[in-house]
């Protein structure tokens, strides 16, 4: 089944009722597309308290736990990168390894990791 991986703006959009993201992701539900989010990610935009659309979206999702894999590759983009984001690494790590594309409120962020590692993932910004 394809995917795609959100990331934390991803989550805060759809918390705020982001029109553009809400369609985009109705639009790849409807198409039985299961976003992917990385756990961190999830604990970078859960404050606790009801996150009613942060909640609605996570349901159609599946949350990834990160493994040393993962680790390994986010901790040497960082160091390509020349960035302390572990969580923006993580999440070009996780859509390296699943061929995926990314739904990013931060598209300069990802390419300057993607390019420093010499990856190119497709970008969807919302």
């Given at each position: 089944?394809?995917?795609?991986?959100?990331?934390?703006?991803?989550?805060?959009?759809?918390?705020?009722?982001?029109?553009?993201?809400?369609?985009?992701?109705?639009?790849?539900?409807?198409?039985?597309?299961?976003?992917?989010?990385?756990?961190?990610?999830?604990?970078?935009?859960?404050?606790?308290?009801?996150?009613?659309q942060i909640s609605r979206v996570?349901?159609?999702?599946?949350?990834?736990?990160?493994?040393?894999?993962?680790?390994?590759?986010?901790?040497?983009?960082?160091?390509?990168?020349?960035?302390?984001?572990?969580?923006?690494?993580?999440?070009?790590?996780?859509?390296?390894?699943?061929?995926?594309?990314?739904?990013?409120?931060?598209?300069?962020?990802?390419?300057?990791?993607?390019?420093?590692?010499?990856?190119?993932?497709?970008?969807?910004?919302?």
């Amino acid at each position: 089944m394809p995917t795609i991986v959100y990331d934390t703006g991803a989550l805060l959009a759809a918390e705020h009722r982001s029109p553009d993201f809400l369609a985009l992701h109705d639009e790849l539900t409807a198409a039985r597309v299961r976003p992917t989010v990385p756990v961190v990610v999830l604990a970078q935009a859960w404050r606790g308290g009801p996150q009613h659309q942060i909640s609605r979206v996570l349901t159609g999702c599946d949350i990834v736990p990160d493994d040393q894999h993962i680790g390994r590759a986010a901790g040497v983009a960082c160091a390509a990168a020349g960035t302390a984001d572990i969580v923006d690494a993580i999440v070009v790590a996780t859509a390296v390894r699943l061929q995926a594309p990314i739904v990013t409120s931060d598209p300069g962020d990802l390419t300057h990791i993607t390019d420093s590692i010499g990856v190119k993932v497709r970008l969807y910004p919302v």
